[in-house]
């Protein structure tokens, strides 16, 4: 929520679709409450964006980060590829998934003055993540976001960054 007014931004350089809007509450970002499913976005300068959400399943009815990152590394392989199947309905919906380069780079530098939650976050299974990768390649088919968007209904809710505020 503290970086939507980048989506103007991402408007002017060209972008036509963004996944930088996570519907989880989480101290470093997120913005709980707001669509789970593909929608459309529209700043409050009048742009619009596809927005496709980062992936979430439920537990006990709470949404659960299940687009990648650390969460694909710190929970066992086999709950995020559970989370990941629900989240797309075990094949009938598209969904996100990332990681960022370093997460596939277990010799990286350490930081240890940094917090114990921040070198958690940061570190834990740095070694398992391409092994983990290469099996949710296998488990899973991917594409381009092009073709997720297509295979999405066209009747898309229209959401403002406002209504966005309005939810953190």
């Given at each position: 929520?503290?970086?939507?007014w980048a989506l103007d931004i991402l408007v002017e350089c060209g972008f036509k679709w963004d996944s930088?809007?996570?519907?989880?509450?989480?101290?470093?970002?997120?913005?709980?409450?707001?669509?789970?499913?593909?929608?459309?976005?529209?700043?409050?300068?009048?742009?619009?964006?596809?927005?496709?959400?980062?992936?979430?399943?439920?537990?006990?009815?709470?949404?659960?980060?299940?687009?990648?990152?650390?969460?694909?590394?710190?929970?066992?392989?086999?709950?995020?590829?559970?989370?990941?199947?629900?989240?797309?309905?075990?094949?009938?919906?598209?969904?996100?998934?990332?990681?960022?380069?370093?997460?596939?780079?277990?010799?990286?530098?350490?930081?240890?003055?940094?917090?114990?939650?921040?070198?958690?976050?940061?570190?834990?299974?740095?070694?398992?993540?391409?092994?983990?990768?290469?099996r949710l390649l296998q488990d899973f088919r991917f594409g381009t976001v092009s073709d997720s968007f297509?295979?999405?209904?066209?009747?898309?809710?229209?959401?403002?960054?406002?209504?966005?505020?309005?939810?953190?």
């Amino acid at each position: 929520r503290d970086s939507l007014w980048a989506l103007d931004i991402l408007v002017e350089c060209g972008f036509k679709w963004d996944s930088s809007i996570f519907p989880v509450h989480h101290d470093k970002y997120g913005i709980p409450g707001s669509p789970s499913t593909p929608y459309t976005l529209k700043t409050d300068k009048g742009a619009i964006l596809q927005e496709f959400p980062l992936t979430t399943a439920k537990i006990l009815g709470m949404p659960v980060p299940a687009a990648g990152g650390g969460y694909f590394r710190q929970f066992p392989y086999p709950l995020f590829r559970h989370l990941f199947a629900q989240a797309s309905g075990f094949g009938v919906r598209p969904q996100i998934f990332y990681l960022h380069p370093w997460e596939v780079d277990p010799g990286q530098p350490r930081f240890n003055n940094a917090s114990w939650l921040s070198r958690f976050r940061h570190y834990t299974n740095l070694d398992k993540c391409e092994e983990r990768l290469e099996r949710l390649l296998q488990d899973f088919r991917f594409g381009t976001v092009s073709d997720s968007f297509a295979a999405c209904p066209t009747d898309q809710p229209v959401v403002s960054t406002r209504q966005m505020l309005a939810l953190a």
